[in-house]
């Protein structure tokens, strides 16, 4: 008995599941986001206070714990800059254009182009295959997104600036398991989430009226905050970049995309949205691309 294929198969199954319980605690999101829109707070202010509170949270954790993670090179700088800024920061900003351009549905289904764009930068960057499980995933799970937006048969159309704007969207949101993958070459996850929220935190602040944000805060909207910055952010974050270190980017990126599917299903059980036969067809292809994802792949020669 091969005790040590054994021992790499239970931890990428250990991998595999922490970034689909990332994907399950970013699909949550709706569940604070709504409460404090209806509290008057905008979506990049909401973006600011969740990164700004969870690299605080995790700035007393990692001084309590070991104080050496907080020392990085002044020459991997550029790597949280990317993390931080070219993928939190971007993406949320170029997510948030195309939901008041395009609308939610659409933005979500551009949003979760990030795959295809990890897997060809992944192929560029850290020469891994484009396989045939992969593909196929990649394939079902866009299909999956396109029938959970809605999107299908319902005549939406899409202005070119919000297209473009919502695939960079997808290409930024794709770029955290590009530079998350590098950084972790050198450093613990703990240390790569911190500086990455870090820098998020920095890029958002100017975009975000934070006087205006400061006046508007009460002890209700500081706990819903909260809660975005543990569950939906440091939780999350912390949990990919844990399983990014074990995993291919490609097959994380497809993992990750439970999140729309959770996030439909909170809309369908908790804000009573309708559940059409096609909405629950792309529950279903998620799934089974998840599933498809997780399979080995066949090695010839065999």
Not at 52 to 65: D, M, N, T
Not at 75 to 96: K, N, P, T
Not at 165 to 184: D, N, P, T, W
Not at 202 to 216: D, H, R, T
Request: glycine share 8%; aromatic share 14%.
């Amino acid at each position: 008995m091969d005790t040590s294929k054994n021992t790499i198969d239970s931890k990428k199954i250990i991998y595999s599941f922490c970034v689909i319980a990332a994907g399950i605690l970013w699909g949550t999101m709706s569940i604070f986001v709504r409460s404090l829109s209806f509290l008057g707070f905008s979506s990049r202010q909401i973006m600011l206070m969740r990164s700004l509170l969870a690299s605080g949270i995790l700035a007393a954790v990692i001084a309590l714990k070991n104080p050496a993670l907080f020392k990085i090179h002044l020459r991997d700088i550029w790597i949280f800059i990317g993390s931080g800024i070219l993928s939190m920061a971007f993406f949320s900003v170029c997510y948030f254009s195309t939901i008041i351009e395009c609308g939610a549905s659409v933005a979500v289904v551009l949003l979760y182009t990030s795959p295809v764009f990890v897997l060809i930068l992944s192929a560029i960057f850290f020469k891994e295959k484009i396989t045939f499980l992969k593909a196929a995933a990649l394939v079902i799970t866009f299909a999956g997104c396109v029938f959970v937006a809605g999107i299908f048969g319902s005549g939406t159309s899409v202005s070119p600036k919000g297209f473009f704007v919502g695939l960079l969207s997808g290409l930024g949101y794709g770029l955290y398991s590009i530079f998350g993958r590098v950084a972790l070459k050198k450093y613990e996850p703990l240390t790569v989430t911190f500086y990455s929220l870090l820098f998020a935190s920095v890029a958002m602040i100017p975009l975000s009226s934070p006087v205006e944000l400061a006046g508007a805060m009460s002890v209700r909207s500081f706990l819903f905050f909260l809660g975005t910055a543990v569950f939906c952010t440091l939780l999350p974050f912390l949990l990919y970049t844990f399983g990014l270190s074990g995993l291919e980017a490609g097959r994380a990126a497809i993992f990750a995309t439970v999140e729309p599917l959770v996030g439909t299903l909170i809309g369908i059980f908790l804000w009573k949205e309708s559940a059409g036969f096609f909405k629950l067809l792309g529950i279903a292809m998620i799934f089974a691309a998840i599933i498809l994802a997780s399979l080995p792949e066949r090695k010839s020669g065999n």
